[in-house]
């Protein structure tokens, strides 16, 4: 199955990496920016909302096996990316719980698997910026007629500038991340505009096709992307969140 | 059972609490407290260091149960309700910590916060749009109740920490409470911030507000309450008028600790 996918969508074809010329490559370097984004951006929104849920619970709930959610969370944060990519292939797979959504070599595949790595990352630090909010300031809260929901919110708000660099840490854990996308993604490309290639997975093709000008080039764009979302983030914390 | 609708002024309007004994772990904190704030009152609860003066406040604001006793507001017991019946008493109490405990935000924004979380979700999604104006006349008349006025747009972290605890105090009115709990408010500030507080909780006692604040300071307490309760090692030895308790005391640890000498 997975055999005919390949040919269907003409993975790894490198006659046809020859025959483009220019205005071909634009489209192809937009549509890998958009791929890119599209899927980190994706992850890291839904992975912030259930990141931040898990971390008020840990961070303010009691119960059986809290220590055991830290442990889990500390460690993911270090996980080998291929290895999520291998497990999400696997979930995926036909042999997989989810093979029968057709999801191999998706985008829907490379969202997973960047939402299991960047949660860890802002689950942790979303963690250390809520449980070190004033316990006072939470007191403030109830006190005023705060109700749970109340409380919570001052608790995310006042930690809103470590919530960022959370943010921040996972979605530069996702979109610089090269691994599992090209294991679940598959690095595929059809009519000259990426389906699943990103920015990651394009510069190791390229550099390794010897096309040092356009893996530069990619290479650029992905520094300068990090650098943008840093300063849109950082620039939002600073004003009304 | 009192009408629910009567204003706050009724004479049930009072907040008490009935053989309150509190302990953690195995540290007994409070045993059988009972002591109660009438509207228009200024209670001081006085005491060393370590002796139940917060808990006891902390009670009195619903903020958990006690282990025994009750806790009465209008002659309900608290504790008997629902949570939402609660929510509805807690939210007529207000209450000012030692600190000031501020939210990272402008000045305006603390002190708008009881009455903002008092609205329907609706309403306060509407106000966090950027374009709605939202300037309420309650936050710049409880800023100039303590000599605030005009720092509505002041981010908190430049204030001082007199000026803090000013706002903390705001904050604590802006929702035009019942009651008010006061955990040593001034127990940081010098004398002007002092003066400026202990003016604000004669206006709210002026007003009708029934209020206890606790303090390790006497003279504030002989300056600001009508009545004081003296409390050692969790046990309340006396509670009376001011002039009386601070005259002709019934418990001699009184004199001993308004002599100064009971220092723990
Ligand atoms: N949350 C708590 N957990 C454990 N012990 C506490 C807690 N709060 C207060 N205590 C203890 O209760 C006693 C009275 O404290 P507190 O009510 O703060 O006294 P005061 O306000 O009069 O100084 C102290 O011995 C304190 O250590
Ligand atoms: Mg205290």
Not at chain 1, 34 to 59: D, K, P
Not at chain 2, 188 to 211: G, S, Y
Not at chain 2, 232 to 241: F, R, T
């Amino acid at each position: 199955m997975i055999a005919s996918f390949l040919a269907t969508h003409g993975f790894v074809d490198p006659t046809y990496l020859f025959l483009i010329d220019f205005p071909f490559e634009r489209e192809y370097v937009q549509s890998i920016v958009w791929v890119s984004l599209y899927v980190s951006l994706i992850a890291v929104a839904l992975s912030t909302l259930f990141s931040l849920a898990i971390a008020m619970t840990v961070g303010f709930a009691e119960f059986r096996g809290k220590g055991f959610v830290v442990a889990l969370i500390n460690t993911g944060m270090g996980f080998p990316s291929v290895v999520v990519g291998l497990v999400v292939l696997f979930a995926v797979s036909n042999q997989g719980p989810l093979g029968t959504f057709n999801l191999v070599f998706t985008r829907e595949a490379m969202i997973m698997s960047q939402f299991v790595l960047a949660t860890p990352v802002i689950t942790g630090v979303s963690l250390a910026a809520v449980t070190s909010v004033d316990e006072g300031v939470r007191d403030a809260a109830y006190v005023m007629g705060g109700t749970r929901i109340d409380v919570a919110l001052v608790v995310l708000k006042d930690a809103r500038y470590g919530i960022m660099t959370a943010i921040l840490a996972g979605l530069g854990r996702a979109i610089s991340e090269v691994g599992s996308v090209l294991i679940v993604g598959g690095n595929i490309v059809s009519d000259g505009t990426s389906v699943t290639r990103t920015l990651t997975t394009a510069i190791q093709l390229e550099a390794r096709q010897g096309r040092f000008e356009t893996a530069m080039l990619l290479g650029a764009i992905l520094v300068v992307l990090v650098l943008v979302i840093n300063g849109i983030v950082l620039r939002l914390g600073g004003g009304r969140v | 059972m009192t009408d629910q609708l009567a204003p706050s002024t009724s004479a049930h309007q009072r907040l008490e609490c009935e053989g309150v004994s509190h302990g953690f772990d195995e540290n007994r904190v409070l045993d059988a407290v009972t002591v109660g704030v009438d509207p228009g009152e200024i209670l001081a609860i006085i005491g060393p260091s370590g002796t139940g003066k917060s808990t006891l406040l902390r009670i009195m604001a619903m903020y958990h149960a006690p282990e025994s006793g009750t806790v009465r507001v209008a002659d309900r017991d608290v504790w008997s309700l629902t949570e939402q019946e609660r929510l509805s008493i807690r939210r007529r109490v207000g209450m000012v910590f030692q600190e000031a405990n501020l939210f990272d935000a402008s000045v305006r924004q603390n002190v708008n916060y009881g009455p903002r979380i008092r609205k329907q979700w609706r309403e306060r999604f509407r106000e966090m749009l950027p374009l709605t104006t939202n300037g309420s006349a309650t936050v710049t008349e409880q800023l100039e109740l303590v000599d605030m006025g005009g720092t509505e747009q002041r981010h908190v972290s430049s204030l001082s920490g007199g000026e803090a605890q000013r706002i903390a105090f705001a904050r604590a009115m802006a929702y035009e409470p019942d009651f008010l709990l006061l955990d040593e408010p001034t127990s940081d500030l010098d004398p002007r911030n002092t003066a400026v507080i202990e003016d604000a909780v004669k206006a709210a006692r002026d007003a009708d507000i029934a209020i206890a604040f606790a303090t390790h300071d006497m003279h504030q307490a002989e300056r600001l309450a009508d009545r004081v309760a003296v409390m050692i090692d969790g046990k309340l030895i006396e509670v009376g008028p001011t002039e009386r308790v601070f005259t002709n005391p019934d418990d001699g640890r009184t004199q001993k600790f308004i002599d100064g000498e009971l220092v723990y």
